[in-house]
């Protein structure tokens, strides 16, 4: 579960990137969060995920409250989230088995945990086949599923992606929606960011739009119109 | 044309990498190697100065005088009242025929007037070695109190040189040593936090998973470890070496072995155990400089 309640987000510079952003997501939704570039989404993310802290209202993550969370339950709360970001971030010099194996021994998982955990979850996104190639000799739609794969394999309550399909054609990024959707189904709660309309329109989702700093429109199964502004 | 390129590229960056990495711990090592071999060289120029003076201290006595009135039986009687004074560790009595004796056979019966002194013209004595060559002066005065002593000679001046120099090689030795502690840990701080530079991306994704600072830490500390454990060995024996140089040289050059080299091997485990223990300092104290730095982003 997420709770931003009036959070205000001003970088060192002076840039106010967030000025009282209310949003609420509940454990189990798929939320797409839209908006123009600039418009402060990855700001929203990174609050979430702590890399940066807000400097108003209240954020709360799965139980944690970001705003007096110490620095030992950072880790704590991290591990309730799977993150997905645009460029992959998947270490090349790594296999793809490996690089799931790197995100679970990072927290501390036993070799018996991987072995169980790693086979289910390739296949859960179709790559089964090729656990042993490198990121290198995979195509940007498969790349992106190890990354999906990797944020899964430890098992959060909640994936976060920024923007996963901005690298990607529009049916690899139309199958990277549709495996997230049926990630969703399976019971973990999802959050995309995306500025792209014609995918967002293709699926009957919560559409949070965010404009400026503020959240203009908060629609379930609504669409993302930039028109509208 | 592009794939050709593309080749070329990798091949290149790979090499990059691995030179990259092995030269930064190459050249960690090789800071340790050296700074281990100077604390090593100026300890053991110092142990082994300490080692001679104290051949040189003990060569320093004083000489205790009896009243003429005693006999020389008297004299020797005097011998239990002597040993009780503090800071006293050897007593010899000498007769005056037998200093007289050392004293001819000294000057090779070369000087005339020599002959035509008796033998009582010198007084029975004492020779007195200290513990505590630092004490001497208050020592030659509590031997003065003894009755029936007529005078005490101590070169205090000579014993007084001999405690300077010792000191003064110590506190250069423990200056120079505390200067090169100091650069071998900022170069094992940069080493690692260049490893650190390196895994940027590795440690970005482990944190994002949740990993705790601990995790990400322990292998750089380890890294640190076996870095200042790769440089105190290659010490050791750089030094054995270096160490058994000197020493054949020092023996050579002069006949007189006024340096008495103590042996390497005599003193190996205790050199093993401090190079070991300072290499593992410096890397383990290194390596958490540099990643606490790192880690408070
Ligand atoms: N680290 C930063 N320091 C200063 N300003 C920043 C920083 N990151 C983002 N911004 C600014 O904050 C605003 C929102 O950025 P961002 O959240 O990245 O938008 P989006 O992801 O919607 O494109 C932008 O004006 C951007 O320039
Ligand atoms: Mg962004």
Redesign the interface.
């Known amino acids: 579960m997420i709770r931003f309640i009036d959070v205000h987000k001003e970088y060192d510079n002076g840039t106010k990137a967030l000025k009282g952003v209310n949003v609420r997501i509940d454990d189990g939704e798929f939320v797409f969060l839209v908006g123009p570039s600039g418009s402060g989404k990855s700001t929203l993310i990174k609050l979430i995920?702590a890399e940066i802290a807000p400097t108003g209202g209240r954020v709360m993550v799965n139980g944690f409250n970001l705003n007096n969370i110490t620095?030992?339950q950072v880790?704590?709360?991290?591990?309730t989230?799977g993150?997905i970001f645009q460029d992959f971030?998947l270490?090349e010099k790594k296999t793809v088995y490996e690089n799931l194996s790197?995100?679970m021994r990072?927290?501390?998982a036993s070799n018996r945990e991987l072995r169980r955990r790693i086979p289910y979850v390739l296949q859960l996104v179709g790559l089964e086949q090729k656990g042993d190639r490198f990121p290198g000799q995979l195509s940007g739609g498969e790349q992106q599923r190890v990354a999906i794969a990797?944020a899964l394999v430890?098992n959060p309550n909640m994936i976060i992606a920024d923007e996963p399909t901005g690298n990607l054609d529009p049916q690899r990024s139309l199958e990277i929606m549709m495996l997230l959707e049926r990630i969703n189904e399976l019971g973990t709660t999802v959050l995309v960011v995306t500025h792209e309309k014609n995918l967002v329109n293709r699926f009957n989702k919560r559409v949070v739009t965010i404009e400026n700093g503020r959240v203009i429109s908060d629609e379930t199964g609504g669409y993302y119109n930039v028109e509208k502004i | 044309m592009s794939r050709k390129f593309n080749a070329g590229y990798y091949v290149s960056e790979g090499f990059h990498s691995i030179f990259t990495h092995g030269f930064m711990s190459f050249a960690a090592v090789c800071m340790i190697v050296a700074c281990l071999i100077i604390m090593g060289s100026f300890t053991l120029l110092a142990v082994n100065l300490d080692n001679t003076l104290g051949d040189l201290e003990s060569e320093n006595e004083m000489l205790v005088y009896i009243d003429d009135a005693l006999t020389q039986d008297e004299a020797r009687m005097l011998q239990p009242k002597l040993a009780q004074v503090d800071n006293v560790a050897q007593l010899t009595f000498v007769t005056k025929e037998q200093a007289m004796a050392d004293y001819k056979a000294k000057h090779n019966d070369n000087i005339a007037v020599l002959k035509d002194l008796p033998d009582e013209a010198l007084r029975d004595r004492y020779r007195v070695h200290v513990y505590d060559i630092e004490r001497m002066a208050e020592t030659q005065a509590a031997l003065e109190q003894v009755p029936d002593v007529a005078w005490v000679r101590a070169a205090i001046e000579i014993a007084d040189g001999f405690v300077m120099v010792r000191n003064i090689a110590t506190a250069v030795a423990l200056v120079l040593i505390g200067i090169l502690l100091v650069i071998s840990l900022f170069i094992i701080a940069n080493t690692i936090k260049l490893a650190t530079f390196y895994r940027r991306e590795e440690i970005a994704i482990m944190k994002m998973c949740g990993a705790t600072d601990g995790f990400i830490e322990w292998p750089f500390v380890v890294e640190g470890m076996l870095l200042g454990l790769t440089g105190a060995l290659i010490a050791f024996f750089a030094q054995w070496g270096l160490y058994q140089m000197v020493a054949k040289f020092a023996v050579q050059g002069n006949g007189l072995s006024l340096v008495n080299m103590i042996s390497y091997s005599s003193m190996a485990t205790t050199i093993l155990a401090i190079f070991c223990g300072v290499g593992v300092f410096i890397g383990v104290v290194g390596s958490l400089f540099a990643i606490r730095k790192f880690l408070q982003v």
């Open positions: 995920t620095p030992r880790p704590q709360m991290r591990r989230l993150v971030r270490i790197f995100a990072a927290i501390g990797r430890n």
